[in-house]
């Protein structure tokens, strides 16, 4: 059975940062392209970030800002937010596994989510 549990959202005021992490079970990070999705109210989700071994891709509005990386060892992924906008608020997903890293279409596997609001 595969678990996905994101944890790190929260409140911070434009230009800062957040670091948000998904606890993977039942795939792993080594193996399976896994991703960031996000979604804010009235929007559909967006994909954010992707992640295999050895390359990363992301969506143009958080290309520079933010880092996606895994922990084979943790078997997590994480994704380090930099220089926030009030746009990137969202509730961001753990999703995998995804077919390639610039599959156009999510994983089946989602988490609960965790909410990023960004204050300007």
């Known amino acids: 059975q595969v678990q996905l549990t994101e944890s790190g959202g929260g409140l911070v005021q434009a230009g800062g940062s957040l670091t948000l992490s998904c606890d993977v079970s039942?795939?792993?990070?080594?193996?399976?392209?896994m991703a960031w999705y996000r979604q804010a109210p009235g929007s559909e989700r967006e994909f954010v970030a992707s992640?295999?071994?050895?390359?990363?891709y992301y969506r143009d509005s958080v290309r520079g800002r933010f880092i996606i990386s895994k922990d084979r060892a943790k078997n997590t992924i994480s994704l380090q937010m930099n220089r926030l906008k009030p746009e990137d608020s969202a509730v961001y997903y753990c999703n995998g596994p995804l077919e390639d890293l610039w599959s156009s279409s999510p994983g089946i596997n989602w988490g609960r989510g965790t909410q990023v609001t960004v204050s300007s």
């Open positions: 992640i295999t071994w050895g390359a990363q």
């Open positions: 039942g795939l792993s990070v080594s193996d399976d392209v």
